[in-house]
């Protein structure tokens, strides 16, 4: 099965796995690769590039331009990996429930970036411009 990192700043990426798994449950070949303040970019990278392996590799990131994605579109001249960036909830949540053991990697990287699994648009209840009540609660 395909692997997916995912390399965050700071904890998010924890988070993200963690949010995953309380809805989807314990998901197998799926790693947090958090870049903590202080920490160094070359180490960081020698880390990232131990977790890879040898495996095919989906690495989403959150934020184009920093030290976890620098590492990854780094490491993917001798690795066999691609890079997607604005990680998401939606997303992971798209590609995990999606993903199998016959699935390629090109698949799992149209399946981040559709549009539909952005998780992004706006909404309103009714179109009322007051706020909803947003719990059953009779307080």
């Known amino acids: 099965m395909i692997q ?51 495996r095919t590799t989906l690495v989403l990131v959150d934020l184009k331009g920093g030290t976890p994605y620098n590492s990854a579109l780094f490491l993917s001249s001798e690795k066999s990996l691609k890079v997607v960036t604005g990680v998401n909830l939606p997303m992971l949540l798209a590609v995990v429930t999606s993903r199998n053991e016959h699935s390629k990697i090109q698949e799992l990287v149209d399946i981040v970036t559709d549009s539909t699994n952005s998780g992004i648009e706006e909404m309103s209840l009714g179109g009322s411009p007051h706020r909803e009540k947003l719990s059953v609660n009779k307080n």
Request: proline share 4%; charged share 25%.
């Open 4 to 54: 997916i990192v995912l390399a965050s700043h700071g904890d998010f990426c924890l988070g993200l796995k963690q949010s995953l798994e309380m809805i989807a449950g314990k998901t197998s070949d799926l790693v947090a690769m958090p870049f903590r303040l202080g920490e160094d970019p070359q180490q960081y990278r020698d880390e990232l590039s131990k977790v890879l392996g040898k």
